[in-house]
Structure formats: C-alpha cells, structure tokens
C-alpha cells in the first residue's frame, strides 16, 4: 500500500488562490520599495556554515538548518570524534553548508563581498524565503518569505524619515488603514539605565519593559527585580509608565526624566527631528506614535527601533518592524559602515487582509473567460479568439476536452470564472460568440472585437 503523502512540519502547501493573494501583497510592497528608490538583489537560498554561524546569538545558532556535505560525510569524522557523540563536535566536519536563517546577514556578506562594485549609500530590497528550524506553531513556520529593505553607507536621519513613509505608504496601497508606526531610539532606553545606574543591566531593565502591554507595570517591576535592579532605581524611572498623550507630550515627559542624562539627551533629538519632519510632511493613513517600552533586536540595534502594528481591533502581533544598525557588516571586516532597514510580515499581513476582507476582487480572478469546447473545429476557432484575448491582456482559456455542457460549464463554476463562451456552427458561420455571464445568466452576442472591448 502506497505511503500517505505528506511535507514536512512548519511547512505549507499554497491554493491558487493563496498563492494569487500573496503575490498580490508582494507586487504592492515590491512597487513601493522601487518607488523609494531600493534596488533588488537575491542572495542564495544556502551560504556557508561560517557566514551564518555565530551571528545570531545561541539561540539562532541552535535554528539554523544545515546541509550535510555530499558523499561519504562520515569520512572525515575520526574515530574518536565519533565515540564521544558530540552532535555540535561532528556537525563541522560534516555540514559546511546552511539553509538561509535570515537576509541580513546574507546581505552584510553580499556588501561586504561586492563592496568594490555597491554604489554606497546602498539602498536594496531582497523579497526571498528563510528557513528557521524552530517548533512549529500558529503563525510560526520552519520556511517563509521575509520582506526587507535597508540602506547602508548612510548616518542620516532623513533615512529613518524615509522608512516611516515607506512604511505608510505600503499599507496605504493595500487599503490597510490605520496601521501604528511606533517608534522608540536604543539611545533613549540607554539613558534609562543610566539615569538610574543600572547601565550594566541594560538588557535584563529592557527586556522586562518590553513587556509593560503583556504583564502591566506591576509585572514588569516584579521582573526588573528579579533580575537583581535596586528599588530605589526602578523608582526612579518611575515616571515612564505615566507617560502618555500624543507623540508631543511624551517628548516633553522624556526631557524631564532623562534631563542628566548626555546620551538619552541625544535619543530625544534624533526622535524630535522624526517627528518634525513627518509633521510637515503628514502621513496619508498611518499614525506615527512613540512607544518608550519598544526593544526588539536591542542587541542589534544602535538607534531607531520601529514596530508596526495592526489596525485597533485586529488581534495580531507585529506586522512589520526594524531599526538603525551602526556596524552591519563589520562581522565581516567592513567597519563603520552604519545602516538602517525594515521588514515586513507577509504571512501576518496576510491574515489581517483577510479578516478586514480588504483583498481585491481583481486578486481573486485568474481566468476571466473560458470557452466551451464542442469538438476540434470549435475549439480551432475558439484559440483564434483566446490568442486575441491574450494578445490584449485577458486571461482566457478553452475547456480541454469535448465533454458534456453540464460538465464544462461546473467546471467554470467551480473556478469561478465570470464568463463562458459558446461558439458552435452557427456562431462560426456568423463569426460571432455568444457570451455568457456566469452570475447573472445575462447572454449576449457579440463579434471578436466586441468581447476584447466588453472585458477590457
């Protein structure tokens, strides 16, 4: 008995219709980003073991994919090596190779690597699947498409502007109003840590703020506790969970706690020429809001961390984010080369389009026209008409085979496809079509340049 067909976990297998419905949110962002400006490169789907290892932290390291090498892998593996069972010992000598875990990394080797021909700064677009080999879950997958733009070779903060329309203007085109661009600097939560002595613990102060919105303020000072931050420190900043109102007044709250403070100082201005900036030149539907908590990728990040979230009422996590890098590609012997860059969520956009019903009509058509086949001379005139209907930007088809009515016309249904063509002896004779609505049941007759003008 033949084996079940199956793919393997933390994978997905694509409807046309999902498959129409992505490319739809790809060809939107991909037309934006070229709007900016970005240039588009691929990198391969595997690099060298080297390349990603070790640029990802422990954890990343452990959800990489590796590639065993070809032939006889085992024959490098000494005896000894063998005995002790050491997977991480013996992975080395056996796998040099690795899935893609990302497209930054790939991307700081592609600079670095290219840095002789790259016109800097360097404003790419990589739109390519990863692979993670992480425990497979709702809304977390072992492959799927990351959606990222950056820029390298720049400080300016006029990129950070550039980002936050990018952004804005992306979701404005996929009628996804109402999106949250919340912004936050490194240099503003390094000012924390400083102005309540506690820089050494920068990360442990931060990583419990982050979760201010998921376990409140008494959670996150329970937490900082925990990890071994003074009372009288977290009393300090205290103000920080009063900060409220619009991105203004959580500016002016910032000044205050963070008035001794040189380097939180210097967040609040980087901050200020955002907001000024975007205030002259207002966003179309997004809303641009400061989030003092935000920390994500604080290990990686040197300046502006962005965070985007989905409309008010939508249950979803981010669907987009990023941040200013200082030395992307000095992991590679390229240093001071400093940049700044942002992703999108396709799966996680996806799924908020379908709950708002916000995808088009238009996404859901493949073929708008397909032909009943009542036997070979029929069909004959029927491919005159579909190569016209082509030649003018339709999407047409004939049915296969000379099957019964009934049986084409269901399968018409099914596809939902909008019109059917019936062509038999005498329509042949008056070189004429008679063309059928498949929703309303509305029949016409119609000659060839009547039907291209009818469905243009």
């Known amino acids: 008995m033949a084996q079940k067909p199956s793919i393997p976990k933390g994978t997905r297998d694509f409807s046309p219709e999902e498959v129409n419905r992505r490319n739809y949110i790809i060809s939107t962002i991909k037309k934006q980003f070229q709007h900016f400006g970005f240039q588009p490169i691929e990198t391969p789907s595997f690099e060298n073991s080297s390349t990603l290892v070790g640029k990802y932290g422990e954890e990343g390291d452990r959800l990489i994919f590796k590639i065993l090498n070809s032939g006889d ?30 497209l930054t990394v790939p991307f700081a080797r592609y600079v ?5 021909e790259v016109e800097f700064p360097f404003k790419r677009y990589q739109i390519q699947p990863v692979w993670r080999a992480d425990r497979p879950q709702k809304g977390r997958f072992r492959e799927f498409y990351q959606c990222d733009a950056d820029v390298v070779g720049s400080n300016s903060l006029w990129q950070e502007v550039e980002f936050v329309q990018l952004y804005d203007s992306v979701f404005t085109s996929l009628k996804l109003n109402g999106v949250t661009i919340k912004l936050n600097n490194r240099k503003i939560l390094s000012g924390f840590a400083e102005v309540i002595g506690e820089s050494d613990k920068l990360i442990d102060f931060t990583v419990a703020l982050d979760k201010l919105d998921k376990i409140g303020k008494d959670g996150v000072i329970k937490e900082m506790k925990e990890k071994g931050i003074a009372e009288d420190a977290i009393e300090k900043i205290d103000p920080i969970f009063e900060l409220n109102g619009d991105f203004s007044a959580k500016i002016n709250g910032l000044k205050s706690i963070l008035s001794t403070s040189e380097i939180g100082k210097k967040g609040i201005e980087e901050l200020e ?5 975007i205030a002259e030149m207002p966003l179309k539907t997004a809303t641009l809001d400061l989030d003092v908590t935000l920390a994500r990728g604080l290990n990686y990040y040197t300046g502006a961390i962005f965070e985007i979230s989905a409309p008010a009422g939508v249950k979803m996590g981010s669907i987009g984010g990023g941040g200013r890098y200082d030395d992307l590609t000095g992991i590679f012997g390229l240093k001071n080369m400093s940049g700044i860059g942002i992703s999108f969520g396709l799966d996680r956009i996806y799924l908020v389009l379908e709950e708002l019903d916000l995808f088009p009509e238009a996404v859901e058509e493949n073929t708008k026209i397909i032909f009943i086949n009542f036997g070979d ?19 047409a088809e004939v049915y296969s085979d000379s099957a019964k009515m009934k049986k084409q016309m269901t399968h018409a249904n099914r596809r939902n496809i909008p019109y059917v063509v019936l062509a038999g002896t005498q329509e042949i004779e008056a070189e004429q079509y008679t063309l059928k609505h498949m929703e309303s049941g509305e029949q016409a007759t119609v000659n060839l340049k009547e039907m291209i003008s009818k469905l243009s």
């Not at 670095?112 to 002789?116: E, G, I």
């Not at 020429?273 to 900036?277: P, S």
């Not at 001379?377 to 999407?395: F, P, Q, S, T, W």
């Open 73 to 102: 892998f085992l024959s490098k593996v000494k005896e000894d090596l063998y005995a002790e069972k050491d997977s991480l010992k013996i992975t080395s000598k056996i796998s040099e190779k690795a899935l893609r875990y990302d």
């Open 112 to 116: 670095v690597q290219h840095q002789n």
């Open 273 to 277: 020429f955002i907001q000024q900036a």
């Open 377 to 395: 001379k029929e069909a004959l005139y029927a491919m005159k008409a579909v190569r016209a209907l082509r030649d003018a930007g339709i999407n």
